[in-house]
Structures are given as C-alpha cells and as structure tokens.
Nanobody, 121 residues
C-alpha cells in the first residue's frame, strides 16, 4: 500500500491550507485514516483521524480549526486547516490502517512521505 500526500506549503498566520492523501495498491480494506505531525524537536503527534464510517477525532489543539474528511471510493483522506497558527508548523504525515489483498493477515499502518506546512507569523 502506498500513500501519496499533497498540499502543504507556506501560509501566513490566520490563513488556510488543505492536504490530501491518496492510498493505492493491493488494498482489501482501509479502516482508519488520518494525519500526524512532527515539529522540529518534538514528538510526532496525532492531529486527526477518521474511521471508514466517518467518525472523526481531533487533537484538542486543532479542534474547531481543522476538518478531516475522506472519500472511501477514492481511498483518500483530506485535512482542511483553517485559522492556522505558527505552532501548526510541522511536517504532516498521513496514514492508513489497512489490510491487503491476499492470505488473511492483520491490519497494519501505512504511512505517506510527509509534507511540510509552514505558518509564518
């Protein structure tokens, strides 16, 4: 399973950015999808996740500003980021918890390559 993230870039504080991440490959089913981020010198943290049924979960720091959504037909997850703050600056990684086509096997997490989001104050 490969995840290709796009979006990100440089934006001023208070601005908006959108990220997307498409999964491809020998996918049997995708359970959760979501986004983590890692700022310099900090641990990777969960930003938002969404189940296949559309139930979303957010970090407290982004509630009310970020919106996660997904298109199950396209195996794609999106993150709309509004009212961005300098502390949102980080590399954002998408993930998908999936099972692949083939002999029965446990689901596992697959990761995208990371995309930089920089918010200037």
């Amino acid at each position: 399973v490969q995840l290709q993230a796009s979006g990100g870039g440089l934006v001023q504080a208070g601005g908006s950015l959108g990220l997307s991440c498409a999964a491809s490959g020998s996918i049997f089913t995708i359970y959760d999808m979501g986004w983590y981020r890692q700022a310099p010198g900090k641990q990777r943290e969960l930003v938002a996740s969404i189940t296949s049924g559309g139930f979303a979960n957010y970090a407290d720091s982004v509630k009310g500003r970020f919106t996660i959504s997904r298109d199950n037909a396209k195996n794609t997850v999106y993150l709309q980021m509004n009212s961005l703050k300098s502390e949102d600056t980080a590399v954002y990684y998408c993930y998908a918890r999936a099972r692949v086509i083939g002999p029965p096997s446990p689901s596992r997490d697959y990761w995208g390559q990371g995309t930089q989001v920089t918010v200037s104050s």
